[in-house]
């Protein structure tokens, strides 16, 4: 039936076939994998802390633990002096608190796993963004819904600069829950375009 030519044919196929499913299964794994596009990165933290619970049930603001936000770059991560307002009596036995105890009696910082992460030469400063209005979730999404912490967008150039054309289009306003003391008339329509110039984000 089949000429040893087609045959040579079918066989050229075949291996090209096994060739592009080795290939699209490596780049899919890279692709995909977290450590590479990062949205979803959602590492192992040292304590099972839930901020559905501590931010969605028991209402307590972002600031009240994220309180470098409003006033510099970064937005630390607070430090365990903050659990420890609740937790010399709430849950004081808790094993799921022992790392939490440990640390406050033993005066070390918990190894929290760092999620967002720009590199080095792109600057981004918290203050700058939140005090124009600018509601966390705009970036990190409704973290008081989430049980642990994922990264919702992809903090790319691209993602910068379509907000800072159209920040209309992206931009959630100042929301109860921030707890951030922002000037209601900020909370306009009309928020200002971000900067496009290259020397605003590498200095
Ligand atoms: C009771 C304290 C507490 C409250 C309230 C709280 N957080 Fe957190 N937040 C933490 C701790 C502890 C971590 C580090 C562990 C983790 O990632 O879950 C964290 C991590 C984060 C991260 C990830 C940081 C990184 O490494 O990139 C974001 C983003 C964040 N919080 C945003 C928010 C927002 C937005 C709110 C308000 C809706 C909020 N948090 C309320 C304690 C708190
Ligand atoms: C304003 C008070 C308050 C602060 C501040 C607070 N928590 Fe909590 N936390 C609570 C309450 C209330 C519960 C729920 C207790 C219950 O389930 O009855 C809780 C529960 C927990 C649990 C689950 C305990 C268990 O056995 O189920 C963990 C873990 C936890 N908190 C970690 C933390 C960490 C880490 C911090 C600091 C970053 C922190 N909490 C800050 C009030 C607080
Ligand atoms: C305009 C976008 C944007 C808004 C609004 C925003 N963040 Fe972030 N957040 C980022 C980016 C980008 C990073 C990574 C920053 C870096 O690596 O320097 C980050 C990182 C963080 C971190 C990790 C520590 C750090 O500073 O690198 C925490 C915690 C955090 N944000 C909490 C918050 C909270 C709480 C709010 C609201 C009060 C908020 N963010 C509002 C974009 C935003
Ligand atoms: C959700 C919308 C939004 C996103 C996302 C966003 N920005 Fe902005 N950004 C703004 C707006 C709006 C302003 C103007 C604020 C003002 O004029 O008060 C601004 C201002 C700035 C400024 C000028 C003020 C300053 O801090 O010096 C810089 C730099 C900046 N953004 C960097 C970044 C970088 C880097 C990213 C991405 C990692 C980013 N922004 C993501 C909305 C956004
Ligand atoms: C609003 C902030 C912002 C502005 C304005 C901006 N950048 Fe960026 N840029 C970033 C961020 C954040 C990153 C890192 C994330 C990434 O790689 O996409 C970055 C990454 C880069 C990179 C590395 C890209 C790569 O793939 O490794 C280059 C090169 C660059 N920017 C050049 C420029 C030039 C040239 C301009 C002006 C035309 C400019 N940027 C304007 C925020 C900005």
Known sequence: MYTSKTDLQIKR????????????????????????????YRPQQPVPFDHRLHAGEL???????????????HS????????MNCHTSVKRD???????RKSYENNEPIPWVRIHRLPEYAFFNHSRHVNAGIDCAS?????????VIAQKEPLTMGWCLDCHRAPE???????????LDVD???????IPKGPEHCSACHH
Do not use: N
């Open 76 to 83: 630390t991560v607070p430090p365990t002096q903050t659990c």
């Open 184 to 190: 209601p008339a900020l909370l306009r329509s009309d």
């Open 13 to 40: 196929i075949i291996v090209a076939l096994v060739v592009l499913i080795a290939v699209g299964a490596v780049s899919f794994y890279f692709l995909r994998h977290p450590r590479v596009m990062d949205v979803g």
């Open 59 to 73: 209402e307590i603001t972002c600031v009240y633990c994220h309180t470098s936000v409003e006033t510099s770059a």
């Open 94 to 100: 808790s094993p799921k608190l022992e790392m939490v």
């Open 169 to 179: 289009e992206y931009v959630i306003p100042t929301r109860e829950i921030s707890g």
């Open 139 to 147: 970036c990190h999404g409704e973290v008081e819904t989430q049980g």
